[in-house]
């Protein structure tokens, strides 16, 4: 586990994220290719606990690049304290990500793990930050040399939906 995951989470870490949102996206055009050109886009969210709290689920839809619909799936193990985060989006047939795998401190998410990207190895990581205010922001970015460098590609900015009861 690198030193930045932090295994002191609690349960209830996601609790801010339950409900509605919509946000914000900008997204590096080419990733791990030196891209300083960013795409941006508007996104709709909505997450909601699963397992009896022991989890939480949300799904994304937007219409950014013919459309799409993603999800993310997160699981706290309370052995380790720990939160493990699995992604998938229609464009690629349903298949899980493999999970980035982390924790909470001060109100900031830090999550990684080890995936491909192009067939390459890489480590991704999450940052979910802001989470104790009406817009939350959450952050992917890639490494190919084992976490030493990131480059940030994804950041969503959101803004909670007021319930309409």
Avoid: C
């Avoid at 930050?129 to 890639?142: K, L, M, V």
């Amino acid at each position: 586990m690198s030193e930045t995951v932090k295994a002191g989470s609690t349960v209830r870490d996601f609790d801010f994220w339950m409900g509605s949102w919509t946000a914000r996206n900008r997204r590096l055009r080419e990733r791990l290719a030196g891209s300083d050109e960013w795409e941006e886009f508007d996104s709709t969210s909505r997450a909601w606990p699963i397992l009896d709290g022991m989890g939480n689920e949300d799904d994304l839809h937007t219409d950014f690049q013919g459309g799409f619909v993603g999800m993310s799936l997160r699981f706290f193990d309370p052995e380790t304290r720990l939160w493990s985060i699995y992604w998938a989006d229609s464009r690629r047939s349903g298949l899980l990500d493999p999970p980035v795998i982390g924790g909470f401190e001060d109100g900031v998410g830090v999550f990684e793990g080890d995936d491909t990207f192009e067939g390459r190895p890489i480590r991704v990581r999450f940052i979910w930050s802001r989470t104790d205010t009406s817009t939350p922001r959450w952050e992917q970015a890639f490494s190919e040399d084992g976490g030493d460098t990131w480059e940030t590609n994804w950041i969503a900015d959101f803004t909670r939906v007021p319930d309409a009861t």
